[in-house]
C-alpha cells in the first residue's frame, strides 16, 4: 500500500519559513492536500490539489510537489500556525487503494 | 452554510460494536459527487481513514479495517452511520466525520468537532 512520510517535527522561529516535506513514491503524479490541526481541534484544509488556497487562508500559505516529495511551505511564521500538519493523498492506482494520510508533522514556533 | 457533527457512545466495552452517527446540513447527500468519509485519530497519534460513501451509496473501506466497518446513509435524515464492530482498546480514539469538496476533489473541506470513543473494560 501507498506510504506517505512527514518529519515527525519542524522548529522554526518567527517570522522565517518553514518547509514541511511528505514524501511518497512517485508523488508528483498525485494530488496532495494538507491539513493544520491546532490541539483538541479538528483538521482544517490549507492547501488543496498540491498548491490551491481554500478561502480565509492566508496567502503565507504554499505547496509545491514534485518528484517524490511535496513541500508544504509558511512564510512569515506566525506563534499561531503552531500546530500539527497532515499531508494527504486519494490514492487510486495502487492495491489496495484508499485515503492515506502522512504521519504527521508537529510545527514548533520558537 | 456547511456543518458536521459526530454523535455516539464515549464508553465501549471491549468486543461491542460501536455505532456512530454523523449529522450534516448545508448539502445533500443525494446530489452528484457529494461523499462524506470517517476519519479517526487516536490520543497523540495521526489521523486514520476508515470509510467512505458517495452520493450513489458507493461505498470505499480501509483495507487493514474493512472486516469491521460498514458504512451506510439516510439521505432523508442528512445522516451517515459507521458501525465498527469488535471493538478492541486499540480503537480508543476521537472519531471526526469529514465532506468531500466539489465532484472532483479529493480533500476534505469540512469537518466535524469528533466525538471522543473510550475502548475499556
Known amino acids: 500500500s501507498y506510504v506517505l512520510t512527514q518529519p515527525p517535527s519542524v522548529s522554526v522561529a518567527p517570522g522565517e519559513t518553514a518547509k514541511i516535506t511528505c514524501g511518497g513514491n512517485?508523488?508528483?503524479?498525485?494530488?496532495v492536500h494538507w491539513y493544520q490541526q491546532r490541539p483538541g481541534q479538528a483538521p482544517v484544509l490549507v492547501i488543496y490539489?498540491?498548491?490551491d488556497r481554500p478561502s480565509g487562508i492566508p496567502e503565507r500559505f504554499s505547496g509545491s510537489n514534485s518528484g517524490n516529495t511535496a513541500t508544504l511551505t509558511i512564510s512569515r511564521v506566525e506563534a499561531g500556525d503552531e500546530a500539527d500538519f497532515y499531508c494527504q493523498v486519494w490514492d487510486t492506482s495502487s492495491d489496495p487503494r484508499g485515503i492515506i494520510f502522512g504521519g504527521g508533522t508537529k510545527l514548533t514556533v520558537l | 452554510q456547511i456543518t458536521l457533527r459526530e454523535s455516539g457512545p464515549t464508553l465501549v466495552r471491549p468486543t461491542q460494536t460501536l455505532t456512530l452517527t454523523c449529522t450534516f446540513s448545508?448539502?445533500?447527500?443525494?446530489?452528484?459527487?457529494?461523499?462524506v468519509a470517517w476519519i479517526r485519530q487516536p490520543p497523540g497519534k495521526a489521523l486514520e481513514w476508515l470509510a467512505f460513501?458517495?452520493?450513489?451509496?458507493?461505498?470505499r473501506y480501509s483495507p487493514s479495517l474493512k472486516s469491521r466497518l460498514t458504512i451506510t446513509k439516510d439521505t432523508s435524515k442528512n445522516q451517515v452511520v459507521l458501525t465498527m464492530t469488535n471493538m478492541d482498546p486499540a480503537d480508543t480514539a476521537t472519531y471526526f466525520c469529514?465532506?468531500?469538496?466539489?465532484?472532483?476533489?479529493?480533500?476534505?473541506?469540512?469537518w466535524g468537532q469528533g466525538t471522543l470513543v473510550t475502548v475499556s473494560s
Open positions: 490539489f498540491d498548491s
Open positions: 448545508g448539502f445533500s447527500l443525494s446530489t452528484a459527487g457529494v461523499g
Open positions: 469529514s465532506h468531500r469538496g466539489p465532484e472532483g476533489h479529493t480533500s476534505f473541506d469540512y
Open positions: 460513501i458517495y452520493w450513489d451509496d458507493d461505498k
Open positions: 512517485n508523488i508528483g503524479s498525485k494530488s
